[in-house]
């Protein structure tokens, strides 16, 4: 059964950073393209950074642009995203989603708060 697990989520003051991590398992992780999404309340879900299969090529929301970074590891089955100079607004929950062909899943989210 496939299956994504967040991590690394909590409370970081202003100009904090984190890194989440998404383990997964249940699939062929090294086929799939990762993206992370965050979800503020009553805000829509947004799409974040995204990390392809091969080349690792890599795409960031412009609100996050210079100040995350997505990575992955094939080898532990996980994807990262690394959070640096972290804003108030950056508070949300965190997704972590994988895709292939017809194929998505899911994590259950972290939460990550941004606050003095």
């Known amino acids: 059964q496939a299956q994504l697990v967040e991590s690394g989520g909590g409370l970081v003051q202003p100009g904090g950073s984190l890194r989440l991590s998404c383990a997964a398992s249940?699939?062929?992780?090294?086929?799939?393209?990762m993206r992370w999404y965050r979800q503020a309340p009553a805000k829509e879900r947004e799409l974040v950074a995204s990390?392809?299969?091969?080349?690792?090529?890599?795409n960031y929301a412009d609100s996050v642009k210079g100040r995350f970074t997505i990575s992955r590891d094939n080898a532990k089955n996980t994807v990262y995203l690394q959070m640096n100079s972290l804003k108030p607004e950056d508070t949300a929950v965190y997704y972590c989603k994988a895709t292939r062909a017809l194929y998505v899943y899911w994590g259950q989210g972290t939460q990550v708060t941004v606050s003095s």
């Open positions: 249940g699939f062929t992780f090294s086929s799939y393209a």
């Open positions: 990390i392809t299969t091969a080349r690792g090529s890599t």
